[in-house]
């Protein structure tokens, strides 16, 4: 949306509410805290820019090859690296807006995985762009550990820059500890690259447990597993129950997860699953204790203290589709074809949206509250009327 200034009165067809223009108002001295940030230098800014999952505090950040810039991005805004990646450093969007055509949806969809396909080149040997790391305390035991993704193949030297690049730039600096998160990466540890960085390591961290319940829940879907060599087939169908034998850097939406290799609550899948509120857990020797249950029907049901994974019944189906179709219903409210005069965001509010719009009414509403975090460019709502005698004509 751009900022506006005079608006022309003189439009066909139209009574225009004319207010003093919005961009003669005041704005707030303080917006609030930015996406991202170049440094946490206090408990207070880690805080800002942290989300708490379990028993783990973490905030993300990544680091521009070339620039040597860092970014500490608002880690509840946004679940993964990719996703700020492509929000705000490359403005990438994924939309499934009904206002496009299929054309253009088709196009958007190209654009993003195109991107995608280059941005996942940064977990390679090889880096074109960014170094992608985390920092968490782990609030059970107390300490703060950098990690990065496990199957992230980065060299002794990326570790290091990354570490000395978040000690400059982090309130606690060495009191950090870099935590390898695959064996790999373990294998880092002996190179003198890292001589003095101090370092922990999961065993230290984790229980060496064969079962571990990241998003407890209930689903029925198709299974699939999916075999060592065939984790770059990211796509699955919203269907299915997918069981990775392999890690992965993300993954489309699926009904239900179950991981065989080491995670945790933080990695790339485990975040997905419970921002979609899917059962996710971990399961040692799936694939071969479940194999024959590979394409069926199953109910999948994550609790606590263990899973449950059988054949579905007739029953069981008919449950699940019972509660999906509950969920999926939804009581849009009559449009209001009354509403005529074009009006300033300000002046929008919620029970307008019948009128404006939905999108129109969530920015009228947080302009007229004036939220510190946020700043609604100077706009106004056309009302919905205008749309639909235009489809009458």
């Not at 040597?68 to 700020?84: K, L, M, Q």
């Not at 069981?243 to 975040?271: K, M, N, Q, S, Y």
């Not at 590979?294 to 189906?317: H, N, Q, S, W």
Request: aromatic share 10%.
């Amino acid at each position: 949306m751009r900022h506006l200034g005079r608006v022309d009165t003189r439009v066909a067809g139209l009574r225009v509410a004319t207010p003093p223009s919005p961009s003669k108002a005041p704005l707030p001295k303080d917006r609030g805290p930015a996406p991202f940030t170049a440094a946490l230098r206090s408990a207070a800014e880690f805080d800002t820019y942290s989300q708490t999952i379990a028993t783990e505090r973490y905030s993300k950040f990544l680091i521009e090859i070339h620039t040597d810039r860092i970014y500490y991005f608002d880690a509840n805004a946004f679940a993964v690296h990719a996703d700020f990646v492509l929000a705000e450093l490359t403005k990438t969007w994924r939309t499934t807006s009904r206002l496009l055509s299929p054309l253009a949806k088709l196009y958007n969809r190209w654009q993003v995985r195109a991107r995608l396909k280059t941005y996942d080149q940064n977990y390679d040997v090889e880096k074109p762009e960014f170094l992608l790391g985390t920092v968490v305390h782990h609030m059970a035991q107390d300490v703060y550990t950098l990690a990065l993704w496990e199957g992230d193949l980065a060299s002794a030297a990326d570790v290091r820059r990354v570490y000395d690049k978040m000690k400059a730039t982090f309130y606690l600096a060495g009191g950090v500890k870099f935590r390898p998160t695959s064996t790999r990466q373990e294998d880092l540890l002996q190179s003198a690259e890292l001589a003095g960085v101090p370092t922990i390591s999961n065993d230290r961290l984790y229980r060496d447990a064969p079962y571990h319940a990241f998003s407890e829940g209930r689903a029925v879907g198709r299974l699939r597993i999916v075999r060592a060599g065939n984790a770059a087939e990211l796509h699955f169908g919203t269907d299915e129950i997918a069981v990775l034998t392999e890690i992965v850097p993300d993954i489309t939406p699926v009904r239900g997860l179950i991981t065989e290799h080491f995670c945790t609550p933080l990695a790339h899948v485990a975040l997905r699953a419970r921002a979609w509120g899917i059962p996710h857990v971990g399961l040692k020797a799936c694939s071969a204790t479940y194999g024959e249950l590979d394409g069926k029907t199953v109910l999948f049901d994550a609790r606590r203290r263990g899973a449950i994974l059988r054949l579905a019944t007739p029953e069981d189906i008919e449950a699940d589709e019972k509660r999906r179709a509950g969920k999926s219903v939804i009581e849009l409210p009559a449009v209001d074809l009354g509403a005529r005069a074009l009006k300033w965001l300000p002046d929008i509010r919620v029970g307008d949206a019948c009128g404006y719009g939905a999108k129109s009414a969530n920015l009228g509403e947080i302009a007229h509250a004036d939220v510190e975090a946020f700043e609604v460019p100077s706009g106004f709502g056309i009302p919905v009327v205008y749309y639909a005698e235009h489809l009458d004509r």
